[in-house]
Structure formats: C-alpha cells, structure tokens
C-alpha cells in the first residue's frame, strides 16, 4: 500500500501554555556577566555551540539523515534562520538544549562554531513540556510519534486528557483517538509509524477488543489494500461471526497448567483464539477459528510450515 503523507494541525492552543515567550525572547540575557560569554547587540544571543548541552528530555530520537543534510546545505548558504531555545543547565555552567536539536545537529555537520539561541529560564517540567509541544507540531510526525509525545505529557507533566486537549485546542476525542494507538499490537504500531496503513484504518482496528481479531483485520487490510470504509465493513462481518461462547468451553484459569501454556502458544502461533476444550484433563478438542476464506487458508499454511 502506498505510503500516505497526512499533516496534522494543532491550532492556537500552545501559545497559551508558552505564555510570555515573545517577552523572555526580546529580553537579551547578560551572558558577559553570567557565563562569561559575548552577546551580540540583537534580540537574540549567539553561543559556541560547545556550551550547548543535548536535551535529555528530547521526546524524538529519530533523525532523518538525508532530511538533516539538506537543512546542513541550507544552513551552509542561509546560516541559521530560526534560533534554538536553550535554558542555563542546572548541573554546569553550560547551556541546555529545549528545542532545535535538529538545527543543531545540522549546525554541527556545516561546521558552525556558534549559533544564535533564545535563551529562556524554566524548570525540568516545563523544560520536558516546552520540548515535547515544539515537536509536536513538527509536520513531518506519524500518529504513533504524535501518540508518544501527548502520553508523555500525560504521565510526566501531570497533565489530564481534557487539560491537554484545551491546551492543544483538540477535541478531547481527537488526543483519546492518538492514545488508543499505543495499545494496538507491535505488528500494527509498525505499519502506523511507517505509514503503510493511514490514522483512518487505525482507528478501526483500535476498536476492536481482541488482539487476535486486531491482527487478523490487519492483514486483511495489508493483503487485500482495504479503504478504511471496507475495514469498518470487513470487521463488521468478523464480529457477526464470532462463535458464542460455550459454557463447556474450560477456561484459561480453569486449564491444567501445561495446557493453559500450551493453549497460549497456539494462539501466539496462529494468530487467532485457540480453545482447548477438556473435561477430565486427559481428552479433548484444539478450536481453531476462522473469520473468512482468507483466514482460513492463512492457518492451513501455518500449520502445513509447522
């Protein structure tokens, strides 16, 4: 399936967080007298970049190398046309990166020995949530990178689905749609971070609860190129044809220690819910089911390879 360039938008939201930046910007700090380091007669301060430190709190570690030498070229001919925001380490006498790591990268690459920087003062927090709403308004991020930064928000910055989605000037079902991503199976996160399925099929596979039928729409979608409104058809079917559970049917808690381990590998191997139905323990039935032809002739190969 070909990749699919989706941008995303954030709206006027960040400005209210970032508060009085263009303030803390137009305020030159007295390095000379702080740092020991010149200032130029701008708004802005220029430092050696060896006193600029790498974020610890960077959400992205992902760096483009071809997308890095070109912005390098540029800045080659141009210099560096929008400063990186820094603040004063607190572990050193050196400064600390908030934002524009890759213009750094790329300043490094075109041999730069100094470049212009705005310098603000703020704690680890707002540090972390300063770095993690810069990058995500980078356009170039895939829902799961976008799902990453708003959970770390979440977790480390204390903040509410509702807080963040007034600060993002989102619908609280916009950042609550991202987040389900994170708990979709590897396999599916992979093809989302690649962008061989869109947001659209994403979000259908999200609502399904079982991983087992997650996957199995997943490679429907994969093998058979489905639009996301053939994807909401297909797992329409798949749920209509689930089998009732039985009340026969023992339980994982239920099983023999051996066959629960078993019954779990059956299922991790094949893809789907395998059953082992047993009444005394020593006979028996494997289940294996099927949601459609496809499927079938997808277990059969598994179990002919096996």
Sequence with gaps: MAKINQKKELGKG?????????????????????????????????????????????????????????????????????????????????????????????????????????????????????????????????????????????????????????????????????????????EVQIAVREETITMGHAKVLAGIEEIELQLIAFREITQRNLSVRQTEDFVAQLKNKLPKKSKDISSKSNLDPILGKWQTQLSQTLGTKVQIQTKNGKNGQILIPFYSEEDMQRLVELIEKS
């Design 14 to 186: 960040i400005s209210a967080l970032l508060g009085n930046i263009k303030n803390d910007i137009n305020k030159p700090a007295n390095l000379e007298e702080t740092m020991g380091v010149s200032t130029k007669p701008a708004a802005t301060n220029h430092l050696p970049i060896d006193q600029i430190e790498v974020n610890p709190f960077q959400p992205r570690d992902n760096f483009d190398e071809e997308a890095l030498n070109r912005l390098k070229e540029s800045i080659e001919i141009h210099g560096v046309i929008q400063p990186l925001t820094v603040r004063k380490s607190p572990n050193n006498n050196k400064f600390q990166l908030i934002s524009g790591e890759r213009r750094l990268r790329a300043s490094k690459l075109a041999g730069l020995q100094e470049v212009p920087v705005f310098i603000r003062e703020v704690n680890d927090q707002e540090s972390l949530e300063m770095a993690l709403l810069e990058n995500i308004q980078r356009e170039d991020l895939n829902p799961i990178e976008i799902a990453t930064n708003y959970q770390r928000l979440i977790e480390e910055c204390s903040l509410t689905q509702d807080t963040l989605a007034e600060r993002l000037a989102q619908k609280r079902s916009s950042v609550t749609n991202y987040l389900r991503l994170l708990k979709l199976p590897p």
